[in-house]
């Protein structure tokens, strides 16, 4: 076998194309999307067909390009810096190619290989940062996919990463002439604390980190940080890019009993993982141990990630652990998560809100601070509203007892979610009158969402997504079926 390597089908290259004049050939969709990516580049983009379609038109309104509306002649290529063929008539195409290269100028003829001097690839735009991907024309299907793989690791903020980096790149080469101690510094400024700041958007604090670094005698780094990331409602999926990137960059990993295994099986294998769930009664850790705990791991220097269930700031006490924080100086950010409330009621095909049943929607948690239900069920038992329930497991029995008291009719279409958005979702449909019947006959199981309104009527017809068995209330000797209130 020989070990020479295979040739490149092209020279990867990056083409200055600001101000230049470029000439793309033909007016339909196919020619706007390139002359969309010229524009892109700061081209003075002339574009010759006899029609243009809505896209090349609004362009030539607002004075974006230069069009010549007729057939191609080979003049139109002189001083241009590229050419470019998007025609439908082959014959043009091919003829535009080779009055380009007896010119010796870049030519591109869209889904021709053969005939073209230069290819566009599938790309990733974070300027001054850019990625391009290319298969050499073999499959750009392939390339595109490739570049969705590759966007999931790159924040849009790179962009704005690699300003900061460069207004400093002087002083950073003063600082520290040293090669080798310079890329040290720079590996830390783009991979801690200083980069997710950028992420976070909070840039002004981010360069007066970097300065007061650069500035320091010792040339510290801030190294500890935490990131409160909400993981969901438990399908690995329905994770953020920032929440899976923090996830995988993570020394330590504080997590709640709600964060499902296949979850953590993407946190970063050699991290360290600190279990903290709480269950009704069962604490594996106070929540103010957590909070100094928290504390304590970012002042070591570790980049922690408090992975919690669903959202941070909703029901999650999200806040009361970035007070501590705050208490402290701890660098902290708050990556949002799918609420349980949308990720169960999405799965279990029940809208929250719908202008025919609902016109807004309450979440409230079903047990307070002191583990008593006590809610105002005035409010919560008004009409053409949809009620979720937290951590209502327990008290179902007096949360259904005190809407019907309250005014809500018993037979309030009701539904309990299950492990929603998971392998092992179960959808319990009832009404406020049966539904404690029905959870205690099926043996339910923490975690679990109920869902009180009209709109649960709709899951029967809109029900998606079916993982597992499901039981209505209908099925059971004392149930009533769900049906439009009033029938």
Known sequence: ??????????????????????????????????????????????????????????????????????????????GCRLAIAATDA????????????????????????????????????????????????????????????????????YGKLARLVDKHRKSAKRRYPDDGRRRDFWERVLQGPIAELVFAGKEAEAESVLTGALQNEAGELPRGEVALVGAGPGDPDLLTFRALRLMQQADVVVYDRLVSEPILELVRRDAERIYAGKSRAEHSLPQESINQLLVRLAQEGNRVVRLKGGDPFIFGRGGEEISTLLEHGVPFQVVPGITAASGCATYAGIPLTHRDYSQACLFVTGHLKDGTVDLNFTSLAQPNQTVVIYMGLHGV???????????????????????????????????????????????????????????????????????????????????VAAAPHGD
């Open 90 to 157: 082959a014959a043009v195409n091919e003829q535009v190619a080779a009055l380009a290269k007896a010119r010796n100028l870049p030519v591109n003829v869209v889904d021709e290989p053969a005939l073209c001097s230069f290819i566009v690839p599938s790309m990733i735009d974070r300027s001054p940062v850019q990625l391009a991907i290319s298969t050499g024309g073999a499959s750009p299907v392939l390339a595109r996919l490739l570049r969705s793989r590759l966007e999931s690791f790159m924040p849009a903020a």
């Open 397 to 479: 029995d007096i949360i259904c007892e005190q809407l019907i008291a309250h005014g809500r009719a018993a037979d309030t279409p009701a539904a309990l979610v299950q492990q929603g958005t998971t392998a092992e979702q179960r959808v319990l449909v009832a009404t406020l009158k049966s539904l404690p019947g029905v959870v205690k006959q099926n043996n339910v199981k923490a975690p679990t969402l109920i869902i009180i309104g009209e709109v649960v009527q709709l899951h029967e017809r809109l029900a998606w997504y079916r993982p597992g068995s499901e039981v209505r209330a209908a099925d059971l000797p004392w149930g």
């Open 1 to 78: 076998m020989s070990d020479t390597p295979a040739r490149m089908a092209y020279f990867p290259m990056f083409v200055d194309v600001n101000d230049a004049r470029c000439l793309v050939v033909g007016g339909g969709p196919i020619a706007a999307r390139k002359v969309r990516l010229l524009r892109k580049a700061g081209a003075a983009v002339w574009v010759v067909a006899p029609q243009l379609c809505d896209e090349l038109a609004e362009a030539l309104q607002q004075g974006a390009i230069r069009h010549l509306a007729r057939q191609f002649e080979a003049q139109d290529l002189d």
